[in-house]
C-alpha cells in the first residue's frame, strides 16, 4: 500500500541553523501539506501547496519557513533560522484531491532545536 | 471558524469493555469529520471519516462513529476493547479552505 515517507525520523539542531525536512507524497496525490505538533499540543496546520505553489497558510508560517518541491517526488519544508520554539514532530500529508479526500500523514521527524 | 473539543485527556478501560471517545465539532457549514489514530512513535493513520453520507460510519479495527447534527457530535466507539487500541487518538474537521482542525486528543489506556 502506497504511503507518505519523511526523512529524517530524527533531527538536532542548533538555534539559528537551517534545516530542510523531506517527504514523498503517495505518487498520484496532487495536494501536500505540512502540519506540526508541539509535545503535548495540537497537531495544527502550516501549510498547503498545490500546483506548484502555496495553497494556504497559517500565522505561524512566517517567513522562516518555506516549501518546495524539487522535483517530481519530494516535497520539502524549510526552516532558515531555527528557534528553540520550532521543536515539534513535523508531519507531512498527502490527498488526491480535495473536499472528502482523505489526507494521508507520514510518520513524521521529530526536530528538536537545542 | 471551525473547531473540534475532544472531552477526555485520557480515557482507561479495561480490555474487553466499550470504548467511547467524545468529540464535539463547531461548523458552519456540513462537516467532513476525521478520526485519527497515532500509535506510539508513528504517524497519523485514519481510523473513519464522514462525508455526508451514512450517519453511522464504519471504520479499521472495529471502531465506529456516529455523526449527529443535533448534537453537533462524532463519538468514536468500539465495543470491546484490545490492548493494542491503545494509543492517541484525535478528531479532526475540515474546514472551508481544506486544512484539517484537529482537537487535542484522547489518550487511550487499556487496562488488563
Request: charged share 20%; glycine share 6%; proline share 5%.
Amino acid at each position: 500500500e502506497p504511503e507518505v515517507t519523511q526523512t529524517p525520523s530524527h533531527q538536532v539542531t542548533q538555534m539559528g541553523q537551517e534545516v530542510i525536512l523531506r517527504c514523498v507524497p503517495i505518487s498520484n496525490h496532487l495536494y501536500f501539506y505540512w502540519y506540526r505538533q508541539i509535545l503535548g499540543q495540537k497537531v495544527e496546520f502550516l501549510v498547503s501547496f498545490y500546483n506548484n505553489e502555496i495553497s494556504e497558510k497559517s500565522e505561524i508560517f512566517d517567513d522562516q519557513f518555506s516549501v518546495e518541491r524539487p522535483d517530481g517526488s519530494n516535497f520539502t519544508l524549510k526552516i532558515r533560522s531555527t528557534k528553540l520554539e520550532d521543536s515539534a514532530m513535523y508531519f507531512c500529508a498527502s490527498s488526491p484531491g480535495q473536499g472528502s479526500d482523505t489526507q494521508y500523514f507520514g510518520p513524521g521527524t521529530r526536530l528538536t532545536v537545542l | 471558524a471551525q473547531s473540534v473539543t475532544q472531552l477526555g485527556s485520557h480515557v482507561s478501560v479495561s480490555e474487553g469493555a466499550l470504548v467511547l471517545l467524545r468529540c464535539n465539532y463547531s461548523s458552519s457549514v456540513p462537516p467532513y469529520l476525521f478520526w485519527y489514530v497515532q500509535y506510539p512513535n508513528q504517524g497519523l493513520q485514519l481510523l473513519l471519516k464522514y462525508t455526508s453520507a451514512a450517519t453511522l460510519v464504519k471504520g479499521i479495527n472495529g471502531f465506529e462513529a456516529e455523526f449527529k447534527k443535533s448534537e453537533t457530535s462524532f463519538h468514536l466507539t468500539k465495543p470491546s476493547a484490545h490492548m493494542s487500541d491503545a494509543a492517541e487518538y484525535f478528531c479532526a474537521v475540515e474546514d472551508s479552505s481544506y486544512k484539517l482542525i484537529f482537537g487535542s486528543g484522547t489518550r487511550l489506556l487499556v487496562r488488563p
